[in-house]
Structures are given as structure tokens and as C-alpha cells.
């Protein structure tokens, strides 16, 4: 096998090995026990009957995607599918908001449109900025949904919106990249909490 010296390649690579490293054992120690009681009053809201709906902008929009399709699908084990809804998907809902209102009102028209009272929403923003993504969670909270945020750096406006029977699972980092990380492996936290209180097939 050929030996090669270590490259300025791969000490970048190195390096975001162990910045993702470091990031996962700060939130490990910060949010289990958030995750664990945002977990459970999701799996009460379907338990219920009710659905969850999900947003975010870019990287965000795609973790929303990909936590609707665990499940309306299935996480790790066989159950019933799941109520959940991602609000980033439908195309022609979300121009029409962003042209004939503002893109700030994409998701807000949307929770206003499909969220009940007893529902759930997932909103995903690393910086707590995404102004469309808090004014959902506005109508969200005049609806009487709950909402669980997930966030990075220091909140930001959407960690000052939350109310007392709401969810943030902030990642303590300031790396876009590195909040995303472990935005996903939360989101796998709440599907596992999840399924281990969903009935099976």
C-alpha cells in the first residue's frame, strides 16, 4: 500500500472532523434533555390525531423535507405512518406568496392555511433570523400550535419569539455548517422518540 505525507487537503478535512466533533459533545451535554421533552410532546400532538408541520430557507428547507419523509414514511422500525408536512416543497404555493405578497409570508400563509389547534411546528433556522420562518411561528402561536426551533449561535429573534410551552434545541456554534450537522442528527433524536411511542402497523 503507498504512503503519502499528509496534504494541506487533508488538514482542512482534519480540521472539520474535529470542529463537527467538538460541536456534537458541547450539544450532547446541552440538549438530550431538551430533545428527549420536545421528542415526547410530539409524539403527544400525533398521538392526538394532529400533524406536524415543518420550514426552513435552503439546507434547512431540506432537513424539513427529509424529516417529513421519515415520517410520513418510516425512521428505524415498522409503524404506522405519520402526519407530517413540509412546507417547502410545493412550488407553485410557494411563488405565488413570495410574488403576489412578500417571500416573508411563504410559510406563515401556509400554517395559517393548514395549522389547527393542537398541531406542531418545526421551525429550522441556524441563525434565528429567517423572517419568513419566525412569521410562521407567529401564526403558529396564534393558532395554537407548539413550536420547536431549531437554532444555532446565540437564537437570535426567533429564541426572543418562543413562549413558555414552546421547544429551542440550540446547537452552541457559530459555523452554519456545523449547526446543520447537528440539526439532523436531532431531528434522528425526535423520529427515535417518535417511533419508540408510535403503534405499529
Same mark, same amino acid.
Given at each position: 500500500?503507498?504512503?503519502?505525507?499528509?496534504?494541506?487537503?487533508?488538514?482542512?478535512?482534519?480540521?472539520?472532523?474535529?470542529?463537527?466533533?467538538?460541536?456534537?459533545?458541547?450539544?450532547?451535554?446541552?440538549?438530550?434533555?431538551?430533545?428527549?421533552?420536545?421528542?415526547?410532546r410530539l409524539a403527544q400532538t400525533l398521538a392526538r390525531g394532529n400533524k406536524i408541520l415543518i420550514c426552513g430557507n435552503g439546507g434547512?428547507?431540506?432537513? /424539513? @423535507?427529509?424529516?417529513?419523509?421519515?415520517?410520513?414514511?418510516?425512521?428505524? *422500525?415498522?409503524?404506522? #405512518? %405519520?402526519?407530517? &408536512?413540509?412546507?417547502?416543497?410545493?412550488?407553485?404555493?410557494?411563488?405565488?406568496?413570495?410574488?403576489?405578497?412578500?417571500?416573508?409570508?411563504?410559510?406563515?400563509?401556509?400554517?395559517?392555511?393548514?395549522?389547527?389547534?393542537?398541531?406542531?411546528?418545526?421551525?429550522?433556522?441556524?441563525?434565528?433570523?429567517?423572517?419568513?420562518?419566525?412569521?410562521?411561528?407567529?401564526? /403558529? @402561536?396564534?393558532?395554537?400550535?407548539?413550536?420547536?426551533?431549531?437554532?444555532? *449561535?446565540?437564537?437570535? #429573534? %426567533?429564541?426572543? &419569539?418562543?413562549?413558555?410551552?414552546?421547544?429551542e434545541l440550540r446547537v452552541p456554534a457559530t459555523s452554519t455548517a456545523r449547526i446543520q450537522e447537528v440539526h439532523i442528527l436531532l431531528?434522528?433524536?425526535?423520529?427515535?422518540?417518535?417511533?419508540?411511542?408510535?403503534?405499529?402497523?
Open positions: 500500500m503507498s504512503t503519502r505525507s499528509a496534504s494541506p487537503l487533508d488538514e482542512t478535512i482534519d480540521r472539520l472532523f474535529q470542529e463537527h466533533q467538538e460541536t456534537l459533545i458541547e450539544s450532547r451535554r446541552r440538549l438530550v434533555p431538551a430533545t428527549a421533552a420536545a421528542g415526547a434547512s428547507a431540506a432537513d /424539513a @423535507q427529509h424529516f417529513a419523509a421519515e415520517l410520513l414514511n418510516r425512521f428505524e *422500525r415498522e409503524r404506522d #405512518p %405519520l402526519p407530517a &408536512l413540509a412546507l417547502t416543497t410545493d412550488s407553485s404555493t410557494l411563488t405565488s406568496i413570495a410574488n403576489d405578497y412578500a417571500y416573508e409570508k411563504v410559510f406563515a400563509k401556509q400554517v395559517q392555511a393548514l395549522g389547527q389547534t393542537g398541531d406542531a411546528l418545526i421551525a429550522l433556522s441556524t441563525s434565528g433570523q429567517s423572517v419568513n420562518v419566525n412569521a410562521a411561528v407567529k401564526v /403558529a @402561536q396564534a393558532r395554537g400550535l407548539v413550536t420547536v426551533a431549531l437554532t444555532g *449561535r446565540d437564537g437570535g #429573534p %426567533l429564541a426572543r &419569539l418562543l413562549q413558555s410551552t414552546d421547544f431531528l434522528h433524536a425526535l423520529c427515535a422518540v417518535i417511533d419508540a411511542s408510535a403503534s405499529e402497523p
